[in-house]
């Protein structure tokens, strides 16, 4: 089991960045594949990025290549997201997703296990 809690939302002029975080609990966390996900109101939940659990492979979506940057911190059971040149489509609510295994699913419902989600604000 893991639990995830996103941290470092908020609200930032567009060209700003920010960078969020996932806190996960369990012993585990070095085994779960991470992925960010995120909704904006009246659309669906979308991938945005990725990281693998065993080499640290990262996947992207097209719409954040060159401007997001996924990480992770095993030894302190933490992923990153930092996001820069950031626009107001980006508005959305972010959520930290965990999957057993070793790959990288763009697709929601590979991953067992979510966070509450953090809200990110852009404003033109």
């Known amino acids: 089991q893991v639990q995830l809690v996103e941290s470092g939302g908020g609200l930032v002029q567009a060209g700003g960045s920010l960078r969020v975080s996932c806190a996960a609990s369990?012993?585990?966390?070095?085994?779960?594949?991470m992925g960010w996900f995120r909704q904006a109101p009246g659309k669906e939940r979308e991938f945005v990025a990725g990281i693998s659990w065993f080499n640290g492979n990262t996947n992207y979506a097209n719409f954040v290549k060159g401007r997001f940057t996924i990480s992770r911190d095993n030894s302190k059971n933490t992923v990153f997201l930092q996001m820069n040149s950031l626009q107001p489509e980006d508005t959305a609510v972010y959520y930290c997703?965990?999957?057993?295994?070793?790959?990288?699913?763009?697709?929601?419902?590979?991953?067992?296990?979510w966070g509450q989600g953090t809200q990110v604000t852009v404003s033109s």
């Open positions: 997703a965990a999957r057993r295994g070793d790959r990288v699913f763009e697709i929601d419902r590979e991953y067992a296990y």
């Open positions: 369990g012993r585990t966390f070095g085994s779960y594949t």
